[in-house]
Nanobody, 125 residues
Framework: QVQLVESGGGLVQAGGSLRLSCAASGRTFSSTSMGWFRQAPGKEREFVAGLSWTGTRDYADSVKGRFIISRDNAKTTVYLQMNSLKPEDTAVYYC???????????????????WGQGTQVTVSS
């Protein structure tokens, strides 16, 4: 079992930056592939970024070049650095973990077994 707790959300103006953190506990974090998803009101949860425990990264096209996912295994934390934020980035952001030692990062929420409670990001125009 893995427990995930996100932090770092807030209100920011368009063009600004935020860094989200997701603290993990409960199993070997270093061999858990992680992802960030977001969900805006009235929309489905969508993939934002993923980082396998082997170091492979993947990003949604909408955030490529603006967002960076990273992890610190010593702190059992995964981060999402968000730059050049746009109003359309407004959503609740969730971190998620894959079960076991599955390496692949996927874009499907159903492939992730562990979820945090989410943190709100609001970008004003």
């Amino acid at each position: 079992q893995v427990q995930l707790v996100e932090s770092g959300g807030g209100l920011v103006q368009a063009g600004g930056s935020l860094r989200l953190s997701c603290a993990a506990s409960g199993r070997t974090f270093s061999s858990t592939s992680m992802g960030w998803f977001r969900q805006a009101p009235g929309k489905e949860r969508e993939f934002v970024a993923g980082l396998s425990w082997t170091g492979t990264r993947d990003y949604a096209d909408s955030v490529k070049g603006r967002f960076i996912i990273s992890r610190d295994n010593a702190k059992t934390t995964v981060y999402l650095q968000m730059n050049s934020l746009k109003p359309e980035d407004t959503a609740v952001y969730y971190c998620a973990g894959r079960k076991g030692t599955i390496v692949a990062v996927t874009t499907q929420p159903t492939d992730y077994a562990y979820w945090g409670q989410g943190t709100q990001v609001t970008v004003s125009s």
